[in-house]
């Protein structure tokens, strides 16, 4: 993990849980999502603007290890950072925990960049930039 981690925090909705009270799994790519969307609004660039600029990053995998379970009513935080970022691909590290640290999922998603129309395209300069710096 880098120095730069951008942190994003939520709270477990009964809308996500199973009946068994752990967050159903394909529920975490939504987290996810929400945690690189605030990502890149922290750094200036809302993923709506950047569609406008038809610019978009669709995601073309995911690595997701599990490692605990998230119930209802817990406090997530997530943590992004950029894994990689050249040429047409952009990789995000992340990690979900809850408030004690403990660590509930572990994921990679792998992002190419594209037109609105889905031709690949190189990160823009200054979108590439904005990455490398990220927050901290």
């Known amino acids: 993990?880098?120095?730069?981690?951008?942190?994003?925090?939520?709270?477990?909705?009964y809308?996500?849980?199973?009946?068994?009270?752990?967050?159903?799994?394909?529920?975490?790519?939504?987290?996810?999502?929400?945690?690189r969307g605030e990502f890149a609004r922290s750094l200036g660039m809302p993923l709506g603007v950047l569609q406008e600029q038809d610019t978009i990053f669709p995601v073309i995998g995911v690595e997701i290890s599990y490692k605990s379970p998230a119930r209802y009513d817990?406090?997530?935080?997530?943590e992004v950072w950029v894994a990689e970022c050249?040429?047409?691909?952009?990789?995000?590290?992340?990690?979900i925990l809850k408030e004690d640290g403990t660590v509930v999922?572990?994921?990679?998603?792998?992002?190419?960049?594209?037109?609105?129309?889905e031709k690949p395209k190189r990160v823009p300069k200054e979108i590439a930039e904005k990455l490398r710096v990220g927050t901290g």
């Open 1 to 13: 993990m880098t120095a730069n981690v951008f942190r994003y925090s939520c709270r477990v909705t």
């Open 15 to 35: 809308a996500q849980c199973t009946v068994g009270n752990h967050i159903y799994y394909a529920r975490y790519l939504d987290i996810l999502e929400a945690a």
């Open 74 to 78: 817990d406090v997530l935080i997530t």
């Open 86 to 95: 050249g040429g047409v691909r952009i990789s995000f590290g992340q990690r």
């Open 105 to 117: 999922i572990e994921a990679v998603t792998k992002h190419v960049c594209t037109t609105r129309e």
